[in-house]
């Protein structure tokens, strides 16, 4: 290959110097100015000597020289030889297209600038901030409770680093969240799977991160190569919470993120709530409200007052707090047996709306015992559920049912889907039939006798969006509430769906549970975040062994119509080896946002539960 010319090598150099930026490209016309100037004065000492004269010397023609290149309307006023005005003029022509050329190259520098900022790709140099990596509908639902649960906090900072533009990501978060009073927001544009775009959120002072599983294909392998990331990224690793999609990832996720990452298996979790909630109505709103931070929360306190109290006797200890476990030695224990005896290193597991609450009685109140009603709960029998629509967490939900159902027990599973109710073999109670069924139409469904069922699921299709699938499931309630009216039949019917602004429409239907999957994902991790020893705590709650919560009929535990305290209904319950933590009125089941549901409330309140009104306790199954 030849040697490359000095005319090559002097455009290569050009070429390499004005690919460095505004500063270069000013840099240049600085010197063509420059240039233009000497050269011009020069020709007028020579040729104009008078007139150079005239104008006090060098410096003076110097001087005239850059007014007229920066100012070309100053060449009207010259006076003088036409050597003189002519070299003037070429000045003023010159520091014409130079002018132009530097206001262009600043605005197109200063726009450069600004399109970095808008970008946000600055450094955060935040201290104990929460840091969100991803972007998903789960974002508004944790940001939202994250300004609530420090909204009495200055100085609190949330992060996030998405793949998306900045202000596009503060415009979302300005229209679904609102205000977010003490609590400052900060977005910025990168990857999370790239570790220089890790190094802008200072994770090295960050209090906890969250991992979000994205929309899309193969959501779980996103959040996997971010854990990865963050595991291999040096300097302080702060506690990670992350949500996994698909059950069968969660040993790859688990591997990549270490031990410092605790993961949410939302598959598993949506559809243990969808199982509890079918079976007993009013589940779903009794763990959201347990899982935002505007009602009743769960906190974990030592309290050395207690040791030596035996747990059914600490169900009365708290005047405006309510019991519900003890964790020992990191073993979690909901509704232990009332003779376990608290010991000075348990932590008391308790609800109550805020942690300045959480205060010991003055003494214990006394239950009425003539208000104590003890009957039996009938055993569960045999039962029909019926599944409508299919989606991939459908195996599970069926896997979870197996779990609760009694022998002998049968599930239908109506749908078009071509994969319904595929991969469930193995189940021990259960058994599944599969029929073929266009669920939003009216006719298919009154084909299908509704009438011996017992319990009614409605799934989200996942052959369509979130919102065309959520349009489709209300057809499908709306269908299944006017056979309800004009047939007379009453069968549980609890319905998932994605978007939360979709509950209020579907509260048409008076479905008895909607479970927003996607909401309560999002709750969970906020809490995990807050506090990461509330995972055992949920996870207690959401699995079919152990004890869970149950809404049951009033009238098994007090005396119905009967002014009481809420300490009779805790004592009642406390008998029967279950924990009481609230109730539900039936005539305020359509009320939102607690749908008649009232979680721990005080102890000498009292309360008259009558026919249709529920007690909510935790209790085996």
């Not at 509908?137 to 009495?152: K, Y």
């Not at 476990?325 to 376990?340: E, F, H, Q």
């Not at 009938?378 to 599944?387: F, H, M, Q, S, Y």
Request: with cysteine; proline share 4%.
């Amino acid at each position: 290959m030849s040697r490359p010319t000095r005319r090559e090598r002097m455009r290569y150099w050009f070429d390499n110097t004005m690919s460095r930026g505004t500063a270069a490209l000013i840099g240049w016309l600085a010197a063509i100015s420059a240039a233009l100037i000497v050269v011009v004065t020069g020709l007028v000492l020579w040729l104009t000597p008078v007139e150079a004269e005239r104008h006090h010397g060098v410096a003076g023609v110097l001087w005239a020289t850059l007014m007229r290149t920066l100012s070309p309307g100053k060449v009207a006023s010259d006076t003088g030889s036409a050597p003189f005005v002519a070299l003037m003029f070429v000045a003023s022509l010159g520091g014409l297209f130079i002018v132009s050329a530097l206001v262009g190259v600043l605005a197109n520098g200063l726009k450069e600038r600004f399109e970095q900022l808008r970008k946000g790709r600055s450094r955060i140099i935040e201290r104990g901030h929460t840091v969100i990596l991803g972007w998903s509908d789960q974002v508004f639902t944790i940001v939202r409770e994250l300004v609530q649960a420090h909204a009495s906090q200055r100085g609190s900072v949330i992060a996030i680093l998405a793949d998306l533009d900045k202000v596009a990501m503060e415009d979302a978060l300005r229209t679904h969240v609102g205000d977010t009073g003490a609590t400052k927001v900060v977005c910025r544009t990168g990857r999370p799977v790239e570790p220089a775009d890790l190094d802008l959120m200072n994770l090295d002072a960050a209090r906890s991160v969250v991992v979000l599983s994205p929309h899309g294909d193969d959501p779980d392998a996103h959040v996997i190569k971010t854990l990865l990331a963050l595991d291999k990224r040096a300097g302080d690793h702060p506690p990670v919470v992350a949500a996994i999609a698909d059950t069968a990832n969660m040993a790859a996720a688990r591997l990549a993120g270490g031990h410092g990452v605790h993961l949410v298996d939302s598959d598993d979790t949506a559809s243990r709530l969808i199982v509890q909630s079918s079976r007993q109505s009013g589940t779903s709103v009794v763990c959201m409200d347990l899982l935002d931070f505007a009602g009743g929360e769960i906190y974990l306190r030592s309290d050395p007052g207690l040791a030596g109290t035996p747990y059914g006797r600490a169900l009365h200890a708290y005047q405006a707090a309510t019991v519900i476990g003890l964790r020992r030695g990191g073993r979690t224990m909901l509704n232990p047996p009332a003779d376990t005896v608290i010991e000075a290193e348990d932590e008391i597991i308790v609800i109550a709306q805020d942690d300045s609450m959480i205060r010991l009685a003055d003494g214990m109140p006394k239950a009425q015992e003539d208000a104590i009603v003890m009957t039996a709960h009938p055993l569960p029998g045999p039962e029909r559920t019926l599944v409508l629509n299919w989606n991939g967490r459908g195996r599970q939900i069926v896997r979870c049912l197996d779990g609760y159902a009694a022998p002998g027990s049968i599930l239908d599973v109506a749908s078009d889907h071509p994969d319904a109710a595929t991969g469930v073999d193995g189940l021990v109670n259960l058994t599944v039939n599969v029929k073929d069924c266009e669920t939003t139409d009216r006719y298919a469904l009154e084909s299908l006798g509704l009438g011996v069922y017992q319990h009614v699921i409605v799934l989200s299709d996942d052959r369509y969006d979130a919102g065309h699938a959520d349009t489709r499931t209300l057809m499908t309630l709306l269908q299944l509430r006017d056979m309800q009216t004009s047939l007379g039949e009453r069968y549980s019917i609890v319905s998932e769906m994605h978007d939360e602004n979709n509950r209020s429409l579907a509260e048409v239907t008076r479905a008895d549970d909607i479970v927003i999957s996607d909401t309560v994902i999002g709750l969970l991790l906020a809490q995990l975040t807050e506090n990461r020893h509330l995972a055992d705590v949920f996870g207690y709650l959401f699995d079919s062994r152990g004890s869970e919560i149950y809404p049951r009929p009033a009238e098994r535990y007090v005396r119905s119509g009967a002014p009481v305290s809420f300490a009779t209904v805790i004592e009642s319950a406390a008998r029967r080896g279950e924990t009481a933590i609230g109730y539900r009125r039936a005539d305020r089941i359509g009320e939102a946002p607690h749908f008649g549901v009232v979680l721990n409330p005080d102890k000498s309140r009292l309360v008259r539960l009558g026919p249709g009104d529920s007690v909510i306790v935790l209790a085996e199954h």
